[in-house]
Nanobody
Framework: QVQLVESGGGLVQAGESLRLSCVAS????????MAWYRQAPGKQRELVAS????????YADSVKGRFTISGANAATITVYLQMNSLKPEDTAVYYC??????????WGQGTQVTVSS
C-alpha cells in the first residue's frame, strides 16, 4: 500500500500564494507518477498537475504559468504544488494522487484551499 499525507491548504486572498505538500510512504517503489487533483463544490474532480519520477510535468490549462509541481524524487516521493496568483475559481479540495506499475491509484485525504475575492 501507499499512504499519502497532504498539508498546506488554507484561506488566502486573490493574488496570494500557497504551497501544498504531499508525502508518500509505503510501497513507493512502484510509484511512477504523482499528481494533484482538485474538486470544487458541485463539480467533477479534475487534474491540476502531474509529475513523473523522471521529472516530466503536465498542467491543466487553467493553471499554466501560475502553478508549479515539483518533487517526486524516486527515493522520497515528496511532491509540492506551488500556487501563485490564486483566483477565487481555484477554490476547491485538493487531492494528492499516486500512480504506478501494477498498483491501483492512491489518494490522499484532501486539503481545502479557499481563495477570497
Amino acid at each position: 500500500q501507499v499512504q499519502l499525507v497532504e498539508s498546506g491548504g488554507g484561506l488566502v486572498q486573490a493574488g496570494e500564494s500557497l504551497r501544498l505538500s504531499c508525502v508518500a510512504s509505503g510501497k513507493i517503489f512502484r510509484v511512477n507518477t504523482m499528481a494533484w487533483y482538485r474538486q470544487a463544490p458541485g463539480k467533477q474532480r479534475e487534474l491540476v498537475a502531474s509529475i513523473t519520477t523522471g521529472g516530466s510535468t503536465n498542467y491543466a490549462d487553467s493553471v499554466k504559468g501560475r502553478f508549479t509541481i515539483s518533487g517526486a524524487n524516486a527515493a522520497t516521493i515528496t511532491v509540492y504544488l506551488q500556487m501563485n496568483s490564486l483566483k477565487p475559481e481555484d477554490t476547491a479540495v485538493y487531492y494528492c494522487n499516486a500512480k504506478g506499475v501494477n498498483m491501483s491509484p492512491y489518494w490522499g485525504q484532501g486539503t481545502q484551499v479557499t481563495v477570497s475575492s
